[in-house]
């Protein structure tokens, strides 16, 4: 075989670059800013509504949704735009995950700890395709380092949703983040941080100072809204379901140092204890709440806190070996879950929509079915509502750290274009939104156009 010398093969490198950039690009087609798009006769979910419009026409330039109309929008009027017919089919704002893991849902816990960051961080961009490709244009990214993969998606190097990050997940000694193992222990000051602070997947603290220190460490990154773990967790390993970890003075640094920032703070907690302990000290949003009571439920109403939870498939229980704490720990959190948006609905707790999905490709490809399990307690439009508009109402919360300005999770004049063409009506059926490689003909975000299922040339990969 010939050899290249060095200085021809680092010649050849910036072909080689231009190279790889077109074989991306042609998966994925990004049409230019600017381009605008004109929807012809569809039906409208606006993300607030019980049934769909009459058929509408929608104009959309640049980012944003310029028109909607009634009567027909001459073509000319969108400057020579690309005109998309659908024939009475449902254009709805784009689904919005309130509680997902970018760079958590495909490796294993094994491969999060010891793989290389370089090898996790392609694994991720590969889903954040695959995330936006089932529809879900936004995601809140609650505990991961996310940084990088976020700024590679807003600056069009590889598709994805928005990321509203929080960084890494803050925890205590033997909470829920803390994977050490008993021969890291103890921990001394200015010992090397353990694996998962290197990466940036959990930072630990133990005190108030501390647990500023690290607020202000990913509010620094970039962090939209902070992320403590205030109880027991499934996945960890030494972090009993029952337990609660922060105190109260810990939750409340957390709670000034993002209220300092102009944003908020979301703690991981399931059982009432730990949802009233942070509660107490300022927390606007719980995590999953599973073992919620109903003198929690009735608190959160009074006090007009938000609930992030999740419609758990028994399935997540797979991902960890039969036998283990973790296998039975997921049973007892999925066997809450219908008690919990029982007590939600009851006390009319203002709930968002999420899927916490770890370690779990397989289940991922899952998302839309799990906003589809929702129909076990709500209607489908209650549901559809709270994946567009309600969890858009959650993101704003983070105020000026709001890394997307703009009106998400709703079909108006002059919100951000991140829209979806659904073969069929899912006020009507859900389901439909069970396979997005079927039912989602168009996926927009940002004016962008990811996926056209009408136009064969537009056909590609993933869809």
Request: glycine share 10%.
């Amino acid at each position: 075989m010939k050899r290249i010398s060095r200085r021809k093969f680092v010649a050849t490198m910036p072909l080689f670059a231009t190279a790889i950039s077109t074989a991306v690009r042609a998966q994925v087609s990004k049409p230019t800013r600017g381009v605008a798009t004109l929807f012809q006769e569809v039906r409208i979910f606006d993300g607030t509504s019980n049934a769909l419009s009459t058929p509408m026409n929608v104009l959309v330039r640049g980012g944003t949704i310029e028109k909607i109309s009634h009567d027909p929008i001459p073509p000319d009027s969108g400057g020579n735009p690309r005109i998309i017919a659908g024939g009475g089919r449902t254009l709805m704002p784009g689904l919005i995950d309130a509680h997902w893991h970018a760079m958590l849902v495909r490796p294993t816990v094994a491969g999060l700890l010891t793989g290389d960051v370089g090898h996790l961080n392609l694994q991720a961009g590969a889903e954040a395709t695959a995330t936006l490709l089932r529809g879900f244009t936004t995601v809140r990214d609650m505990g991961g380092p996310v940084f990088a993969l976020k700024r590679a998606i807003d600056e069009g190097v590889l598709p994805g949703p928005r990321v509203y990050p929080s960084g890494a997940m803050i925890s205590v000694t033997s909470g829920h983040g803390d994977f050490r193992q008993p021969f890291e222990l103890p921990r001394r000051l200015g010992d090397p941080r353990s694996r998962g602070e290197q990466i940036g997947g959990a930072m630990i603290a133990d005190s108030p100072d501390e647990v500023r220190v690290r607020v202000r460490e990913q509010l620094l990154l970039g962090a939209s809204q902070i992320k403590l773990t205030a109880g027991g967790g499934v996945a960890s390993p030494h972090s009993p379901l029952d337990v609660s970890t922060f105190t109260e003075p810990e939750l409340r640094a957390a709670v000034e140092a993002a209220e300092n920032w102009g944003t908020y703070v979301a703690t991981h907690a399931y059982t009432p204890v730990s949802m009233q302990r942070a509660i107490a000290a300022g927390v606007k949003c719980i995590e999953h709440g599973h073992l919620m009571d109903e003198r929690t439920a009735e608190l959160m109403a009074e006090k007009d806190i938000w609930l992030s939870t999740q419609p758990f498939p028994e399935e997540i229980a797979d991902a960890f070996p039969m036998g283990s704490p973790e296998r039975a720990k997921a049973a007892e959190v999925v066997a809450g879950t219908a008690r919990t948006f029982e007590l939600a609905k009851k006390h009319n707790i203002k709930t968002a929509f999420g899927t916490d999905i770890l370690f779990s490709a397989r289940l991922a490809e899952r998302q839309g079915e799990l906003l589809a399990k929702l129909a076990g307690w709500y209607t489908p439009a209650e549901a559809l509502r709270m994946a567009t508009a309600t969890n858009a109402r959650l993101l704003a919360l983070s105020g000026k750290r709001n890394p997307y300005p703009g009106k998400l999770g709703t079909l108006e004049a002059g919100a951000l274009a991140d829209l979806l063409l659904v073969d069929g009506d899912p006020i009507a059926n859900l389901k439909l939104l069970e396979n997005p490689r079927k039912n989602l003909l168009v996926i927009m975000k940002d004016g962008a156009i990811y996926k056209n299922a009408l136009e064969p040339s537009m056909a590609r990969t993933g869809n």
